[in-house]
């Protein structure tokens, strides 16, 4: 029952509504395959690899804290 009912309002909305229901289907989706995943090792989370690899800044000074205070 809830498909049909589903299908029905996706049908009363307009196209970019209906992309955007979809968008976040998809969304959602994935979030529970990652809920349902095994959980990574700390080291091969996003946050680590973030860490591990910091930006590279060109021309970057590093201020003394009297420099920062300074300013």
Do not use: G, Y
Request: charged fraction near 30%; glycine fraction near 0%.
């Amino acid at each position: 029952m809830i498909h049909a009912e589903l299908i029905e309002t996706l049908e009363r909305l307009p196209q970019e509504k209906q992309a955007e229901v979809l968008d976040f289907a998809r969304f959602l989706a994935q979030r529970h395959q990652d809920d349902n995943d095994e959980p990574k090792p700390l080291a091969e989370c996003s946050f680590a690899k973030w860490v591990n690899t910091p930006l590279v800044v060109n021309d970057f000074q590093p201020m003394s804290r009297e420099d920062a205070n300074a300013r």
